[in-house]
């Protein structure tokens, strides 16, 4: 029963994660852009971080298949696929040279015929490292120091923020590298914590309050946050925390959203199909969309109430195609006997 109430609360945060993603990508006001870049995808390698069982693995090269067979496959099969959707519902001519060079760098945002997939290879340099390091220090709170300087490092000397340039988002995953590792460390303590002394309970919910506000101060006034941080963008070093404060003040909100919720088939299914989603709202959903509307002649706007229809249409669009994708060719996610591994 604890097993289905875990896989019910990560998928609904998966879910609530993968809407938040599509929202980022479609005409929604500047203003919610803004947010939900704040913590979207740190919310995700947190995620990822908490799925993480490092035991499972008795070594490298097993680790090494496993992330080979359900990130790299993804990578290689939804590019196709990315490419092909380019050409045909983009109706966009294939510069073969440039294609294959943005399939092999996985740059963060220059993957150009579906900007998002640079996060597979993302997370899978994310998962060897931590792996590595993990096996290395076997210290958590070591873990946790080499994390942040590793971020600190990314966003002060290599600006991974604005400007990443390491092939296979090698400086990107070095940002994200410690949101992973407080996902995997929630899920190694979260059960150890004795709720039953009262500075546990009071300092929890503190820290899980301030969060909650501080997140919901920069949804309802960007403009204040903004105005606080302004002075300290001068300095990398006060970028580097600030970057942190939203990030972690958006995973605590959507962690205890998520619990709150407890049960919801749609984020469920929605969770459940997050790779399928993340992979193909792009190159299928907004492209089909904005063909869609081309053909309508609607103009094209920046409105919170069409973007959520517009977030409606695109789960839609790609609900079929979930079900063929699951149904009939489950090898494009990595699973199944081809790779010499169960399902």
């Keep these: 029963m604890q097993n289905k109430e875990y896989l019910n609360w990560i998928d609904i945060l998966k879910g609530l994660g993968i ?3 599509i929202l980022g990508h479609i005409r929604l006001s500047p203003e919610l852009i803004s947010y939900i870049y704040l ?71 220059e993957i150009y015929f579906n900007v998002p997939l640079w996060f597979l290879v993302g997370l899978f340099v994310v998962e060897i490292m931590y792996y590595i390091q993990k096996k290395l220090l076997r210290n958590d709170i070591l873990l946790l120091i080499l994390a942040i300087f590793i971020n600190f490092i990314a ?44 500075f546990n309970k009071v300092a929890v919910g503190i820290f899980v309050f301030l969060c909650i506000s501080f997140n919901l101060l920069s949804l309802i006034s960007p403009d204040l946050i903004n105005y606080v941080y302004n002075s300290l963008n001068a300095n990398s070093g ?40 993340f992979a193909l709202h792009w190159p299928i959903g907004i492209w089909a969309l904005d063909m869609l509307k081309v053909q309508l002649q609607i103009q094209i706007v920046h409105s919170n109430v069409l973007a959520i229809i517009e977030l409606i249409i695109i789960l839609l669009i790609l609900k079929p195609i979930i079900k063929i994708i699951n149904k009939n060719f489950p090898i494009i996610l990595g699973r199944g006997d081809f790779f010499g591994t169960p399902k």
């Excluded at 995808?41 to 067979?69: A, C, H």
């Excluded at 590019?79 to 040279?97: A, L, P, T």
């Excluded at 088939?265 to 399928?276: A, D, F, P, V």
């Design 19 to 21: 809407i938040l993603v």
């Design 39 to 109: 913590f979207h995808m740190p919310l995700f390698f947190f995620i990822s971080g908490y799925l993480m069982n490092i035991n499972k693995y008795d070594s490298f090269n097993q680790l090494l298949k496993k992330k080979t067979r359900t990130l790299l496959i993804p990578y290689f099969t939804f590019s196709v696929i990315s490419i092909i959707c380019y050409s045909v519902i983009g109706h966009k001519d294939i510069d073969v040279s440039a294609t294959i060079l943005s399939f092999i760098e996985g740059k963060r945002n």
């Design 155 to 198: 966003v002060v000397f290599l600006n991974v923020i604005e400007t990443p340039n390491w092939i296979w988002s090698i400086d990107t995953a070095m940002y994200y590298l410690l949101y992973y590792q407080l996902g995997n460390l929630f899920r190694i303590y979260k059960d150890k914590i004795d709720f039953k002394k009262v």
């Design 238 to 277: 006060f970028l580097f925390i600030r970057l942190i404060i939203y990030a972690i003040s958006g995973i605590v909100t959507y962690v205890c959203l998520a619990m709150y919720i407890k049960k919801s088939t749609t984020l469920e299914y929605i969770g459940k199909n997050s790779l399928i989603i």
